[in-house]
């Protein structure tokens, strides 16, 4: 049924560990997102690509590296992280930018990473 | 940058009744506002949208109203179900890719 998929649903690494997160969309959407949803926070805004172009970067640290090696593929590579990145992770896609016809965002639904 | 604020952060309503969430934000360029709602365990999925050229917009029991002055913007339920309980998301963006999300509210329907 999702257009977004993404694996795996559930991740417990080690701070010292590597590690990557994959989505894939079904869509022929053109523009793929990297959000964290932590508990009572708004959901925040890693990364976006753009026909496979990085378009933004929102000051995320360089233990998280983006990788989108075509428009239906993302990764997000983990390394070396902190207990505080614990959260939930998003991919979404988009047809477009936001505000025009086909903008709205479809979301997977999200690795739960544990960082112990 | 876009600051969206969203209120309240719970709200409880008894089956039937209406449910409203307010939301404001910060940058006057913002032009288009959507709503996700997101159920446990689940991913956000859009309920509705408005751009700022309309000032409200109604999909059956759920409708969004704008008021680009006050820069507020709010989601009405009607007839409340207990489907209906989730947490909802209201969301800003001028354009781009770049959507600013708000904290959430989290709507409890007791039946």
């Known amino acids: 049924e999702t257009g977004v998929t993404q694996t795996p649903r559930h991740l417990v690494m080690g701070m010292t560990n590597k590690k990557s997160l994959k989505c894939e969309q079904h869509l022929g959407h053109n523009a793929m997102y990297w959000y964290k949803q932590s508990a009572k926070k708004p959901l925040e805004l890693m990364f976006v690509?753009?026909?496979?172009?990085?378009?933004e970067n929102n000051s995320v640290p360089s233990r998280f590296s983006p990788e989108c090696p075509n428009s239906s593929h993302l990764f997000l590579h983990l390394h070396t992280l902190q207990p505080e990145d614990s959260a939930l992770y998003l991919c979404?896609?988009?047809?477009?930018?936001?505000?025009?016809?086909?903008?709205?965002?479809?979301f997977g639904n999200g690795t739960r990473l544990t960082v112990t | 940058g876009e600051n969206v604020e969203q209120h309240p952060s719970t709200l409880s309503v008894q089956e039937g009744d209406s449910a409203v969430i307010k939301c404001t934000y910060s940058d006057s360029a913002s032009n288009y506002f959507p709503w996700y709602k997101q159920e446990l365990g689940k991913r956000p999925q859009l309920i509705i949208d408005?751009?700022?050229?309309?000032g409200e917009k109604k999909d059956q029991r759920i409708a969004v109203t704008l008021n680009k002055t006050a820069k507020h913007f709010s989601l009405h339920i009607t007839e409340t179900q207990p489907e209906d309980s989730a947490v909802y998301f209201c969301a800003a963006s001028t354009g781009g890719f770049k959507t600013i999300f708000g904290a959430g509210t989290r709507l409890f329907v007791k039946a």
């Open positions: 408005i751009r700022s050229n309309v």
């Open positions: 690509y753009s026909l496979e172009e990085r378009v």
């Open positions: 979404a896609s988009s047809q477009d930018q936001a505000g025009s016809l086909n903008s709205p965002l479809h």
